[in-house]
């Protein structure tokens, strides 16, 4: 029998606080639309999402990619960006990478309860501003709210939708001995930024983030006529995993030159003090390239006359064997092996 | 073992030894480094650090000599380096 | 970035690498001590550029490898506590004890947490006043005078619900161990240059003399190394055995004298079991017993006596440098670090992982 402590009542209707996500909020009634009508839909101001339907009718001619993607970053706002443009730029680049011109993204927001409506706005006005920068419309959408402790404060999955301009397919399946790999710009920064974030390492030098969006050389690259292969952003597993990737895929091998990867020297000296490989460390605005050896300096020229790839640099070739084997020239000459890690890479005193 | 990294000391605070601090660039990333084992330590020193101590201060001249003499290795090395 | 790039310098280390195969004329097996030597060498292939017969086999100097597996368990089953907040450095925690690691721990539930510097502890300490925080201290002597300070921040500071779980161990009595064993192939030492920063070479003198084998104590970079093996190879070929010190625009003859000081305040020598090697006689720290209310095996009662289980797994003798990774028919097979079969794949310094990592499990074509 329950004691007179144990007993308690509880009202279904909800008192509403202004200030934080209520699981009202997630609930399809008043309080869900009062959320997208005050915060998501101005921000996104797009014609499509003032229909208020279920979904976005658009036309697109020709071959379409179709891509999406997940965010979960902690924190969620860090130097140089937040959730919202990780979202929107995560998404862009995947769709540049499939050699199409990103066009219309969805978003899915999983939102915790209690989650402060400011930090919300804040995320949204962050996507609205890389949507405006990527030349991509936010279209359609959907809010769920979770208990408290069930999400890290927000969650978004944005999904794609971009017109092919590539007249060959880019994958690695394209890709052929004798290709020149080619480096979009300086690595590591995305991934320190983010971690020192979140793990306070006491840096006073604040490394921001490289997220960006890079459809923009890419399509010049496309447009320019370059026989370009295969394209991969560098995000999780950094530059080593995409290599390996497009190398096994392709059944083929590829050989790096460290000399010859920018690495950006204060990327270098975080890198060194926590015992990272940079080859290791995600980007949220870098590309490799991989590209016809005889287009090679055309291709260089045309990304170095874009602000997001100034430092683009070959750094590797493609070969025919050993099989999906990627090796890197160190400072001393000697080749070593690159694989993916096993799990993120953690800090060591060791 | 054990990761230790060098640095310059950018400025000093701190009286007591076994909690003065040094601000310590590692060629772009600066942080505030622990001096207690580095009393000797001063403004443009090298320090080398582990878990956020200077564990040493780098002997400079030391390096230059032995950077110096690589460069000719048909010449023994004279530094009375070797004990029994 | 100064004091590194001028040691990965491609044309030095090269230099240096042509003295070496001028120097020598018959085989020679050398050890270098530490996992961060491994690491390198591994990384730039320097193994590569010295000539044939020179070999380098490869010490147990990876902490992390060595710490028994019942400090890896008593390290988990104090973080399963509710009060408990344990600090560790990363390190450690993908290290399989006898059922999982402190990551799983974690993602059970447990409050594991990465540090830094152990005074992250401290702090950490100071700001949850009502948890319990637990640092679990462990590395060889180049850790132990910070791991020492924060013991003593703690004792000066009164810092009470701060506790270490230690499992220090010290480089020389397993270099003795090694060169005792029957069958040791061991013939000149590279001596671990941060463990020598901090305590001197001094205590290599009688070593060198008792077993007649060279031991240069050296750095980490590719220089470093290339030159610590040429000195070392020279003693061989002359027939001498001494200490020298390559390593010396860090390293002092009598090492870190603050530093050792806060050592022989806050921790005393102990007994100390290595993973994969046994027990080896006052080759650990403990804290002192001035520093007894700080030990979490004390405060917590945590009392494990497990066996390891036998698996094929041979990072004990790779650990000793009587095999070398590629020698385990598990390797890269069976034992990967996504699926390791024992701590010298796992830790970012064993061995194992070094060659699984920058060699792959196939060859390379030589420059």
């Known amino acids: 029998m329950t004691s007179a402590d144990d007993f308690n009542l509880s009202c279904p209707a909800p008192a509403m606080d202004r200030d934080t996500v209520q699981l009202a909020h997630g609930g399809g009634g008043r309080a869900m639309k009062q959320l997208i009508d005050s915060i998501i839909r101005p921000a996104f101001a797009d014609p499509e999402l003032d229909h208020c339907h279920d979904g976005a009718v658009l036309e697109i001619e020709g071959t379409v990619a179709f891509t999406t993607d997940s965010y979960v970053v902690r924190p969620l706002f860090f130097p140089g960006g937040d959730i919202g443009t990780l979202a929107v730029n995560g998404t862009v680049n995947d769709l540049a990478m499939c050699g199409a011109r990103p066009l219309y993204l969805s978003v899915g927001f999983i939102l915790e309860e209690g989650l402060p409506i400011g930090t919300l706005r804040q995320v949204v006005n962050s996507m609205r501003k890389s949507a405006i920068a990527a030349g991509v419309r936010l279209v359609t959408g959907d809010t769920k709210v979770v208990d408290r402790g069930k999400a890290d404060g927000i969650f978004v999955n944005t999904a794609g939708i971009g017109r092919i301009i590539a007249p060959t397919p880019i994958r690695p399946g394209s890709v052929r001995s004798g290709d020149v790999v080619i480096l979009s710009g300086d690595i590591g920064r995305h991934g320190i930024a983010v971690m020192a974030a979140r793990e306070g390492f006491g840096f006073e030098t604040v490394i921001e983030s490289d997220c960006a969006p890079v459809a923009a050389p890419v399509l010049a690259l496309i447009e320019a006529g370059i026989a370009v292969r295969c394209l991969r952003d560098l995000t999780r597993g950094g530059l080593a995993s995409a290599v390996v990737e497009i190398a096994e895929t392709a059944g083929l091998a590829i050989t790096l030159d460290e000399a010859s990867i920018p690495v950006r020297e204060d990327v270098v000296a975080a890198c060194e003090l926590l015992g990272f490989d940079p080859l290791h460390v995600p980007n949220e605005g870098r590309f490799a390239a991989f590209v016809a050896p005889e287009d090679a300096g055309r291709a260089l020229a045309i990304l170095r006359g874009h602000c997001v790839s100034e430092s683009a640099a070959i750094i590797g070739h493609v070969s025919a064997g050993p099989l999906g084997q990627v090796a890197c020239r160190g400072a001393l000459g000697v080749l070593r092996a690159v694989d993916m890690l096993s799990g993120e890479q953690l800090p060591r005193i060791c | 073992m054990c990761l230790a990294v060098p640095g310059r000391i950018l400025s000093v605070c701190g009286d007591d030894p076994m909690t003065r601090l040094g601000r310590v660039d590692f060629g772009g990333i600066i942080k505030e480094i622990n001096l207690a084992f580095a009393p000797e330590a001063c403004i443009g020193d090298y320090v080398l650090v582990h878990a956020g101590f200077a564990i040493a201060v780098i002997d400079v001249a030391e390096a230059d000599r032995i950077l110096t003499h690589l460069q000719d290795l048909t010449e023994p090395l004279d530094d009375g380096g070797g004990t029994a | ?367």
Request: glycine share 10%; with cysteine.
């Open chain 3, 1 to 367: 970035m100064k004091f590194r790039d001028e040691y990965r310098d491609g044309a030095t280390a090269r230099r240096i690498a042509d003295a070496i195969g001028r120097t020598v004329t018959r085989p020679w097996t050398l050890m270098e001590v530490c996992g961060g030597q491994t690491h390198a060498i591994m990384r730039f292939g320097i193994d590569e550029l010295l000539p044939p017969g020179l070999t380098l086999v490869h010490g147990p100097g990876c902490p992390v490898c060595v710490t028994p597996v019942e400090y890896i368990d008593k390290a988990i089953e104090i973080a399963a506590r509710p009060e408990v907040i344990l600090c560790s450095f990363a390190d450690m925690l993908r290290v399989p004890g006898t059922d999982g690691d402190l990551f799983a721990a974690k993602s059970r539930g447990a409050d594991v947490r990465i540090i830094y510097s152990p005074l992250d502890a401290i702090a950490i300490a100071q700001a949850e006043q009502t948890r319990q925080v637990v640092f679990f201290a462990v590395g060889f002597e180049t850790t132990a005078p910070a791991n020492a300070m924060a013991a003593y921040r703690a004792r000066c500071d009164g810092v009470k619900n701060f506790s270490m779980l230690v499992s220090h161990v010290l480089v020389p009595p397993a270099m003795c161990a090694l060169l005792e064993a029957p069958g040791n192939r061991v013939q000149g030492f590279l001596a671990a240059g941060h463990v020598c920063t901090v305590m001197g070479i001094r205590q290599y003198e009688p070593i060198a003399e008792r077993f007649a084998v060279p031991i240069v104590v050296t750095g980490f970079e590719p220089v470093d190394i290339l030159q610590g093996v040429l000195m070392c190879v020279q003693q061989l070929e002359e027939g001498r055995a001494v200490v020298e010190n390559q390593y010396s625009r860090s390293v002092r003859p009598d090492g870190n004298l603050p530093a050792q000081e806060i050592m022989r305040e806050v921790f005393q020598v102990t007994p100390r079991r290595w993973r994969g090697i046994g027990d080896i006689a006052e080759s650990g720290l403990g804290l002192a017993e001035a520093y007894g209310d700080f030990d979490a095996e004390r405060r917590f009662g945590v009392v494990i006596a497990r066996e390891e289980k036998v698996t094929e797994c041979i990072s004990g003798p790779v650990l000793r440098g009587e095999c070398k990774p590629t020698d385990c028919p598990a390797f890269g097979v069976r034992c990967t670090p996504e699926r390791p079969l024992g701590v010298t794949m796992v830790s970012s310094e064993g061995a194992c992982a070094a060659y699984y990592r920058y060699r792959g499990t196939q060859r390379l074509g030589r420059v």
